[in-house]
């Protein structure tokens, strides 16, 4: 059984850090893309980032660039978003996922999802 579980979110002031992780249990996703999404109340869901497990290429949102990282480890098959200055905009439910085609921002991209952790960023 697939799963991807998701952790490292809380409450922290803006400016602050956190590093959320995500780990792959139940198979491997070696030749899959990995995203992370967000949802805040009322909102859709919303592209964060991407990591193609194979290669590395990365992808990211323009509201995030420069202060969001993705980056995987294989070893521990877990990924990892390391968010620095954060804002409260960025307060929502952050959610991984794993796909293997489409356009790496697209949710329906990914068929494999976490159960998603609260990131609350506070003013």
């Known amino acids: 059984q697939v799963q991807l579980v998701e952790s490292g979110g809380g409450l922290v002031q803006a400016g602050g850090s956190l590093r959320l992780s995500c780990a792959v249990s139940?198979?491997?996703?070696?030749?899959?893309?990995m995203g992370w999404f967000r949802q805040a109340p009322g909102k859709d869901r919303a592209f964060v980032a991407a990591?193609?497990?194979?290669?590395?290429?990365?992808y990211y949102a323009n509201s995030v660039k420069g202060r969001f990282t993705i980056s995987r480890q294989n070893a521990k098959n877990t990924m990892y978003l390391q968010m620095n200055s954060l804002k409260p905009e960025d307060t929502a439910v952050y959610y991984c996922?794993?796909?293997?085609?489409?356009?790496?921002?697209?949710?329906?991209?990914?068929?494999?999802w976490g159960q998603g952790t609260q990131v609350t960023v506070s003013s």
């Open positions: 996922a794993a796909g293997r085609n489409g356009v790496p921002s697209i949710p329906t991209s990914y068929g494999y």
């Open positions: 139940g198979r491997t996703f070696s030749s899959y893309t």
């Open positions: 990591i193609n497990w194979s290669s590395g290429a990365t």
